[in-house]
């Protein structure tokens, strides 16, 4: 069992919450995911690391409350236990050697974003962030962002706070302007990062994107993570929780992998409200 050390709500959707697993904590980088399980009942679900504690052991998770798991986790409070918490998976994010980086992040995507923001600034990398929200009231993590980004430009998508408009806006106000970056790392939704890929494509600027598939097992032996890649002209696949999260983005074939996305959308959302009405009165 795993001790929740922390929790605090971010926005009416998304909470903060810090477990105890000094082991993982011990290891862990940025890029990387744990799988965990609420109860012995429970579905295994991924979810990206958005910190470590090596001093008290604890690692930070970030989610957003969307299906039946993740309200049952936001039911749990600081004190109680979760059954399992498995981790570090998958490969870290690559920032050796980058000098001057763009980090893009939308949405609750930016909770798996700052890490990478956080690392890339302690090894004195040049750090530009750019993070997208649909609205003021789903900021998250403003003030983190700041504290590790020599430059940090906020938008929402209607204007309620600072810049109107997508993310892409001022990616592609620097590149046309000449601004260049040795990479772009974006995490969000796919729509996001297959846009922010397309602005970067005709300026030639390597970008990085974290992909987070249906996952199950987090070995690849399920195959449910499978991604289609473009390979020198080839057709590949790819298993995010081995071979990611992080992958080109010229490579990924966004449009299945939307596809994909969507494929237990209807069965998740009962299993939500399923899940709503066992805490109701509660």
């Known amino acids: 069992m795993y001790k929740i050390l922390a929790k605090k709500s971010l926005n009416p959707t998304v909470t903060y919450m810090e477990i ?11 890029g990387q995911f744990i799988i965990l399980r609420v109860d012995e009942e429970g579905e295994r679900i991924p979810l990206t ?12 998770i970030i989610f957003q409350i969307v299906g039946a798991t993740t309200e049952k986790l936001n039911h749990k409070e600081a004190g109680e236990c979760i059954q399992d918490f498995v981790g570090p ?63 940090l430009v906020v938008m929402t998508d209607d204007g309620s706070y600072a810049r109107h408009g997508n993310v892409t806006v001022p990616l592609k106000e ?28 005709p300026f030639g600027t390597p970008v990085t994107v974290s992909m987070n598939p ?3 097992d987090g070995t690849g032996m399920c ?8 390979q020198e002209g080839k057709r590949v696949t790819k298993f995010a929780c081995v071979d990611g999260p992080d992958f080109n983005g010229y490579e990924v074939d966004f449009d299945e992998a939307m596809a ?3 494929t237990y959308f209807d069965f998740e959302r ?13």
């Open 270 to 282: 009962k299993a939500h409200e399923k899940a709503c009405n066992l805490f109701k009165g509660v």
């Open 174 to 201: 620097m590149l046309d302007a000449g601004e260049t970056f040795d990479m772009i790392i974006t995490i969000g939704p796919l729509i996001m990062m297959k846009f922010v890929t397309l602005t970067a494509k």
């Open 49 to 60: 690391i958005a910190g470590v504690n090596k001093e008290t052991g604890a690692v930070k």
């Open 214 to 216: 249906i996952m199950i």
């Open 89 to 151: 998976l998958g490969t870290p994010t690559h920032i050796q050697g980058l000098k001057k980086v763009c980090v893009v992040g939308g949405g609750v995507g930016c909770a798996i974003a700052l890490p990478v923001a956080e690392a890339l600034h302690a090894q004195g990398t040049e750090v530009t962030s750019i993070i997208g929200f649909r609205n003021k009231d789903l900021l998250i993590l403003e003030d983190e962002f700041k504290a590790c980004s020599d430059r």
């Open 20 to 30: 105890e697993a000094p082991l993982v904590a011990n290891k862990a980088k940025a």
């Open 223 to 230: 195959g449910g993570c499978r991604l289609s890649l473009l």
């Open 260 to 262: 994909r996305g969507r």
